[in-house]
């Protein structure tokens, strides 16, 4: 009687249908050269903005109608550029509109110059609103790789960032790490990973410096005012970081995220599992299991037509096979793998198509395939590989 009674409280809880919100704050004090997301370093539209995404939210009461919401996520841009007034009239907004909720995580991504004592006492009252984990963009501890990215804080601005937060109680935090910047010896890198260990972080995420084409970096690179980043060196560092979270009982849980046990990041976990998430502001993407839904990124733009109660939004829907590539994308880069029995693939092509792979960079164990530490840095391409045509 016991156990069918534990084993119905824990069919249930796998029943429940789960979701996540996430809110896109498109503002940053200046632009780090890599950066291709959409902000705005004015902000003056910042509190109509505010505005507009709580509108927005009522609007896009029903996206996720039926669905219980588990993570909140303010990322950006900035959130941390916010007040507490305007994340409380945000998060009062979706409190409101979705009363089914059983938050289990709300993050908030912050830049190491906003985290000020003053901000940090405001961000610890907003535990109450159930803020319980921080997202810190410290990127590197050293000042040269912040000054080649051109990051608006200091390094000695990061390390007393994450201490003051540690100090009021915030344990679930989260760093971002970049790699393979040209500024960076492997000595600086492993410097950087050593430094967050020592720091007591526990859940990190780590990103190869990537220059993406309409970027500062892009620009200055070709035109001769940055150095150029090395693949070499990207690779070296990779293998490092890989090695050290190892040997420090941090999993890959998924290949730029590592993790000690208990803290992997259930918003972003649930993206990999493809559960369902409503995108709310300017950019913001949303998936509810059938399309993906993307809003237009411009903040004038987007809160004109919020103000005219139009959701301004592409939609795209997702074809079998686009379904089924995002399932090889997305599943093989996690450490849960992907299931080739799964009714989106066919399993014997795949089984066709691993023939062609380097038998090195993978692992078939009971219908779960998974990449090895070598197999993870050709991941993009073994998933195209895998991938299903039209
Ligand atoms: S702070 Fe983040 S969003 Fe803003 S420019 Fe830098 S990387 Fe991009």
New binding site residues.
Partial sequence: MRIRKTFSVIALYYLRSMAGIYIHIPF?KQ??HY?N?Y?SVSTSLKSDLVKAIAKEIELNKDYLAGEEIETIYLG???PSLLSADEIKSILDSISHYHPKMDLKELTLEA?PDDLTPEKINELAALRSYGLNRLSI?VQSFHQADLIYMNRVHSAQEALSAIRRVQDVGFENVTIDLIYGTPTMSDEQWMDNILTAFDLGIPHISSYALTVESKTYLDRYIKTGRAIPVNETQTVRQFDILMAQMSSHNYDQYEISNFARPGHYAIHNTNYWLGKKYLGLGPSAHSYDGQSRRWNVANNNNYIKSINTAVIPAEVERLTPSQQANEYIMTSLRTIWGMDIRDSRLQMADIMTELKNIDASFYILKDNILTLTQAGKHYADRIAADLFIED
Wanted: glycine share 28%; charged share 0%; proline share 0%.
């Fill in positions: 940053c632009a780090c950066c997301f902000f950006g841009g900035t830049n963009g």
